[in-house]
């Protein structure tokens, strides 16, 4: 941009300058600060007169020198001598605060016109029509160019939209100050980066648009606040969203045990070491496919059940509830499509029927708790006297498990079936009161059968005689889990047996006699490549009546699966007088002797009358 050329005459108009110094001095004060007043000066005489014009107008003309050479009037860029970077809003004098329109820069001191030499006083243009303090002075709402110096007659480069204020670069409208890199849109202002527009100080990468917080790896969409691995998963992570606890299954490898033991080939006994591994918590931990199994660390042992505050069913046969049948109250509850736990509560009574609990097809499974208010369990009793070989009839065909032929089989005959993962049953009796024939082993009557994982079943007694407690899977390589606390379980031929994992805490394990003598208590047919079966902790084994006649338990050669099978641990228990003391192992159901090497049945620190010497 071209500028008018500069004029510098001090003689024009020097002989009003005792009038216009008067003027000046009343206006800003100067005279009165330098202790002078014009009027005070003594007249002077012709010669004197003379020598001093002389010397003013030498004065005059080196303030104007001097005012040339610092406005550098012939230069279209802001040098730093003639209003650049310090002197009229260049650089750092446009919105800077001290030297352009700052406090003092403009018009103020001598680094901006402020004293005669630069436009601050008379010379250049130092009032404020002229470049002074408002009008034109570079003030920062102008940031004027270097080669107007600020004179009001061109208004400031930036006062007419100069290139700084427009977002100019720095060789145009002054240096990073003047709205160069940083001032006037710098990267993170506008959401760039630090190349385009500025440095840290203005809104750098970092302060606003840079990479750490509005969009940065970290900040919010960072690796690991909002999608990060573990935070919210959002990669999948292992254990928040998809991990193991929260919503089934960790990448945690599955567990295993290593049995090692003492004792007898006959009775094993596990080592402390290896007793460790066989715990509550380890059986319970994990279910799924064997190969792939997920762990999930479920463990309903520290926190047994309790009663709801209020039942959403309840069961009353004589018309005093929601519903008169124990079914009735099931299929409302898993038509109900509740999205949380749905609780029944059953009336003292004896319901004679069968139950399935069992979700239409393509329905959603419900978690259901059926429940007596009682602690004493036998006030609530279901039951039904179906049996294997029984004939089938429209009224004794269980709605779970429906029969293929003309006659029941052992599944088919259970009085009570539980295909719904999750259920829960507390304080109450279920029994099959089937009349089978004395001393027989062939005839199967289940109370219970179970193939769902996570089962919980507390202060719950099962009567029968063979087979009186079934948990199976789907198939031999399905693991599914069962906790049993403080229950009691009767019978006399493998009346607790299956391929579920199985946990039983507390219980009363009670061999009757009235029928069968010397039979079988444990019947597990656990898959090989399994390491848990059956557990038995803290609990009381026993029968009846008889000594050293009643046996803990054989391996039940599912033909479905692969033999060896089964799997069993009785630890910290109460074995009494009845159970075989030389041999309480007795071959499996296909003849196999059994041994401590091929076979996987172990106890531990057991005591009582039948616990190992």
Same mark, same amino acid.
């Given at each position: 941009m071209?500028?008018?050329?500069f004029?510098c005459?001090p003689?024009? &108009? ?5 009038r216009?110094?008067?003027a000046?001095g009343?206006?800003? &004060? ?5 202790g002078?007043?014009?009027?005070q000066v003594?007249a ?6 003379g020598?001093l014009?002389?010397r003013?107008c030498g004065l005059?003309?080196g303030?104007?020198l001097?005012?040339t050479?610092?406005c550098? @009037? ?6 730093r ?8 809003? *260049?650089?750092?004098?446009?919105g800077?605060?001290?030297?352009? *329109? ?15 030499g630069?436009g601050g ?8 029509s ?5 009008a034109?002075?570079?003030v920062?709402s102008? %940031?004027g160019?270097?080669p +107007?110096?600020?004179?009001?007659s061109?208004?400031g480069a930036?006062?007419?939209?100069g ?6 670069? %720095?060789p145009?409208?002054g ?10 849109g710098g990267?993170?202002a $506008? ?5 385009t527009?500025g ?19 970290s900040?919010?969409g ?13 990669t ?6 998809g ?6 299954? +960790?990448?945690q ?8 033991y003492?004792g007898?080939d006959?009775r ?7 007793a460790? @591994? ?5 059986y ?26 209020s ?11 929601t ?9 409302a ?7 949380s736990r ?6 003292p ?6 139950v @399935?609990?069992?979700p ?6 419900i978690?259901?708790?059926l ?11 279901i039951v039904?006297?179906? &049996? ?5 009839t ?5 709605p ?6 003309t006659?029941?089989? $052992? ?7 539980v295909?719904?993962r999750?259920?829960q ?7 099959n009161?089937?009349?089978?024939p ?7 009557a289940? %109370?219970?059968t179970?193939?769902?994982?996570q089962?919980v ?11 009186t ?14 906790y049993f606390k403080?229950?009691?379980?009767e019978?006399?031929v ?6 579920? $994992?199985?946990?039983f805490?507390?219980?009363t394990i009670?061999y009757?006699? %009235?029928?069968k003598s010397g ?15 059956m ?10 009546s008889?000594?050293n006649?009643?046996?803990l338990?054989r391996a ?16 910290e228990s109460?074995?009494d007088a ?7 192992? $007795?071959t499996?159901t296909?003849?196999?002797a ?10 531990y620190k ?8």
């Open positions: 071209r500028h008018p050329p004029s005459k003689w024009e &108009g020097f002989q009003t300058f005792p216009r110094g008067a000046q009343a206006a800003e &004060g100067r005279g009165e600060r330098a002078w007043r014009v009027s003594p002077l005489r012709h010669g004197e007169a020598r014009r002389t003013l005059a003309l303030g104007l001097l005012a050479a610092l550098g @009037c012939s230069s279209s860029s802001p040098a001598g003639t209003g650049g970077n310090s002197a009229s809003g *260049g650089g750092s004098g446009t800077g605060a001290a030297q352009t *329109g700052g406090a003092t820069g403009n018009g103020g001191s001598s680094s901006s016109g402020g004293a005669s630069s006083a008379i010379a250049s243009g130092g009032t404020s002229s470049g002074g303090t408002k034109s002075g570079g920062t102008t %940031a160019g270097a +107007s110096g600020g004179v009001t061109v208004g930036s006062a007419t939209g290139t700084v204020a427009t977002g100019g670069s %720095a145009s409208g240096t990073t100050s003047s709205g160069g890199n940083s001032s006037s990267a993170t $506008t959401g760039g980066s630090a190349k527009g440095a840290t100080g203005t809104g750098g990468s970092t302060a606003t648009g840079g990479s750490v917080q509005t969009g940065g790896s900040g919010t960072g690796a690991t606040a909002t999608g990060g691995a573990s935070a919210t998963g959002g999948g992570g292992p254990i928040a969203t991990g193991a606890t929260s919503t089934g299954g +960790s990448t490898p599955p567990v295993t045990c290593t049995p090692a003492t007898t006959t094993p006994q596990l080592t402390d070491a290896a460790a @591994c066989y715990t509550i918590k380890n319970l931990a994990q279910a799924g496919t064997i190969g792939s199994l997920v762990r999930d660390d479920w463990d309903p042992s520290p926190a047994p059940l309790t009663l709801p505050a039942p959403t069913y309840t069961v009353a046969a004589d018309g005093s509830g519903h008169t049948t124990v079914q009735a109250a099931i299929t509850a898993l038509a109900s499509g509740s999205t749905v609780t029944i509560l059953v009336k009574g004896t319901y004679r029927e069968l @399935c609990v069992k239409a097809s393509g329905v959603t499974a978690p259901v708790t429940y007596g208010a009682d602690d004493d369990a036998s006030k609530v009793t039904y006297n179906n &049996g294997s070989g029984v004939t089938v429209t009224e004794n065909t269980n779970c498990s429906v029969p293929s032929g006659t029941h089989g $052992t599944s088919d005959s259970s009085t009570f079936m295909s719904t999750a259920f049953a507390m304080n109450l009796t279920l029994a009161d089937f009349a089978e004395s001393g027989q082993s062939a005839v199967q289940p %109370a219970l179970a193939q769902a994982d089962l079943f507390q202060n719950v007694r099962f009567l029968g005689n063979q087979d407690l079934q948990y199976k899977t789907g198939n031999v390589t399905t693991v599914a889990r069962s403080s229950c009691y379980i019978g006399d493998d009346f607790i047996f299956g391929r579920g $994992t199985m946990v805490d507390g219980c009670k009757i006699t %009235a029928r039979g079988t208590i444990f019947a597990p047919s656990t898959e090989s490549s399994h390491s848990f079966g557990l038995v902790i803290n609990s009381q084994i026993g029968s009846a008889g000594t006649s009643t046996y338990g039940w050669d599912d033909s479905s699966g692969t033999s060896p099978n089964g799997q069993i641990v009785i630890r109460t074995l009845s159970i075989q003391s030389a041999a309480p192992w $007795t499996s296909q003849g196999r059994f041994s401590a090497s091929g076979n996987r049945m172990y106890e057991n005591t009582g009358a039948g616990a190992a010497p």
